[in-house]
């Protein structure tokens, strides 16, 4: 059982999130809010696994809320749920801790999906935002200079997965591998990278050409 914090601005949305995930089987909905201002407090409360994070609220902002969840508690999820898909705003939320980057759409299928692939250990992002992540830091790191690291053609080929914006079953499912043995490989590229999570795996793979 996945437990969710959501934190949405939007009245309608959050109540059709809400609704929607009461419904769903495997997800217990432990708190949905307009506002990020108490998240931390808010976080202490339920102890989710996953937190839905808008990015636009009135008061805190949800990099801003996040960043603090993940000082307080550094193991919870926190994906990010926005319209938004800006250089900037994706910077901070990958640099910021975030598991995921999910663009609203009119399919609550989507976001579940997304949900469940950060609980899983993987991280979700929406295919227009990895691409935009992997443009942005191509062009901000083109001058970087590169440190040599071994990785095993395996390594690099799951290493290229992530860096679509893959989630572990997909990896799995294009790499013919398992579910446990995809999870053994990233443990190995994180170890190599000194990486702790997909964002900054993503980055550095970048960053210093892994891919």
Sequence with gaps: MISLVIFEDNKALRQSLSLYFNHTEGVYLAGAYQDANEAVAKIRKHRPDVVL????????????????????????????????????????????????????????????????????????????????????????????????????????????CMVKGMSYKMIADACSLSFHTVHYHIKHIYEKLHVNSAPEAVVKAIEQRLV
């Design 53 to 160: 994070m808008d990015i636009q609220m009135p008061g805190l902002s949800g990099i801003e809320a996040m960043q603090r969840i993940k000082a307080a508690y550094p193991d919870t999820k926190v994906l990010i749920h926005t319209i938004f898909e800006d250089d900037h705003r994706i910077f901070s939320a990958v640099c910021g801790g975030a598991s995921g980057y999910v663009l609203k759409s009119p399919d609550p299928d989507e976001v579940l999906e997304a949900i469940q692939d950060v609980y899983r250990g993987g991280a979700h992002m929406s295919p227009a935002i990895a691409l935009r992540v992997m443009q942005m830091f191509q062009s901000q790191f083109v001058q970087a200079e590169a440190t040599y690291i071994e990785l095993t053609e395996r390594e690099k080929e799951v290493l290229t």
